[in-house]
């Protein structure tokens, strides 16, 4: 059951992202840079810190100060705004229908908090119209990291499958949907064939499609039944999962690893040990396969194990990826364990739910959760 609904503010709520980029534009030629909006565009969306850094990365304006920018920016903005219609169509109806239907609401925008208020006050509504405000000043990690939107959860009280989050640029879509909500896309900065690239649950071209009380209780019980594919944290990234990967149930794809691992069994190169294993990794995102076995070294510490053999065949292939389930498979009972290496080496791959399935040439199986092997992972932020 849908509980809340977590909007974005530029793009979603209001247009302001053209007077944005021109105001930008207008900073760096006050400077004597040649700058366009294009240089702006794929940065909207992520804070202004990015907004301006992302655009200053082309444009190569030497004495360039994000201080001195910001500044430049607030003064012209709030100078201009008035000037112009900022509610895009739907808007307003939208959080009106919202408070009739007794849902929370969630403003979160990666955007200065001036500029937020500012812009929600212009729509004709006070602050304690919605539940929540979150900014750019309330996370650590812009979209599309989905921090604003787990932590606009977690002071709602609901969880990620009880909220809606509408988004309109790629990163902000990413960021709904790595919260695990279902993610609305408004195609008002964003086409059709990217918001779909980004994973959206819905596509709309407008707000107008939720705009009475009985459209958007359409949307509700879309979203309440729609069983979508989720993002899972593996490591210190995320990973989306496509409809192939869903194709097959893991009991099917893991029979298959089976096979896979003691065929590369059948290639361990271990003239030192005669020691041999064989692994095969589901991914998560693809539902592909890959396999690994050990490969042995005179000089011992360049030895590579049959896990991480598997896991570098993966990552050659579809880079930064997920493990759903792993089989390793060894000739003796009971069966052989990853070692302390590949347990900390999987780490970057797995979450605490990733299966481990070990099994011996006897036909011994034990199944674990990743967070049996490894319960206090060692894990960076990503950057």
């Not at 609904?5 to 979603?12: K, N, S, T």
């Not at 896990?307 to 759903?324: C, F, K, P, Q, W």
Request: proline share 3%; with cysteine.
């Amino acid at each position: 059951m849908i509980k809340a609904l977590l909007f974005d503010m530029d793009g979603v709520l209001v247009s302001t992202e053209d007077l944005s980029m021109t105001i930008g534009k207008r900073y760096f030629e006050s400077k004597g840079a040649r700058c366009s909006k294009k240089n702006f565009e794929k940065h909207l969306g992520m804070g202004e810190r990015t907004f301006f850094d992302g655009a200053n990365s082309e444009v190569h304006l030497k004495d360039y100060s994000y201080d001195e920018a910001s500044r430049f920016f607030k003064d012209e903005y709030l100078r201009d705004l008035d000037k112009i219609e900022i509610a895009l169509p739907g808007a307003r109806e939208i959080l009106k229908a919202a408070k009739e239907l007794g849902l929370k609401i969630a403003i979160c925008s990666s955007a200065p908090d001036w500029k937020v208020r500012v812009n929600f006050n212009a729509l004709g509504f006070n602050e304690d119209y919605v539940d929540l405000i979150l900014t750019g000043k309330d996370v650590t990690k812009n979209k599309p990291d989905p921090e604003i939107y787990l932590k606009a959860m977690e002071i709602l009280g609901v969880k990620s499958n009880e909220a809606i989050v509408f988004e309109d640029t790629k990163g902000g879509i990413e960021s709904g949907k790595r919260s695990g909500s279902k993610t609305v896309s408004v195609l008002n900065t964003i086409s059709l064939s990217e918001a779909e690239s980004a994973g959206a649950d819905f596509i709309v071209t407008s707000l107008r499609s939720f705009s009475t009380k009985e459209s958007l209780e359409g949307l509700l019980k879309r979203a309440s039944d729609y069983k979508n594919p989720i993002y899972r944290k593996f490591g210190s990234h995320y990973v989306g999962r496509s409809k192939r990967a869903m194709m097959l149930s893991l009991e099917e794809k893991i029979k298959n690893a089976e096979k896979m691992a003691w065929d590369a069994l059948e290639n361990a190169y271990s003239p030192f040990s005669h020691f041999r294993v064989g692994s095969a990794l589901i991914s998560y995102g693809t539902g592909k396969i890959y396999s690994g076995c050990n490969v042995e070294n005179s000089s011992y510490g360049a030895t590579i194990c049959a896990e991480r053999n598997a896991v570098t065949t993966a990552v050659s292939s579809e880079g930064a990826l997920g493990i759903e389930a792993i089989v390793i498979v060894s000739e003796v009972d009971p069966p052989a364990p990853p070692c302390a290496v590949c347990r900390q080496f999987l780490t970057e791959f797995s979450d605490e739910h990733t299966k481990v399935i070990l099994i011996s040439k006897s036909g011994y199986r034990e199944e674990f959760e990743f967070s049996d092997l490894m319960p206090y992972p060692f894990i960076l932020d990503s950057k």
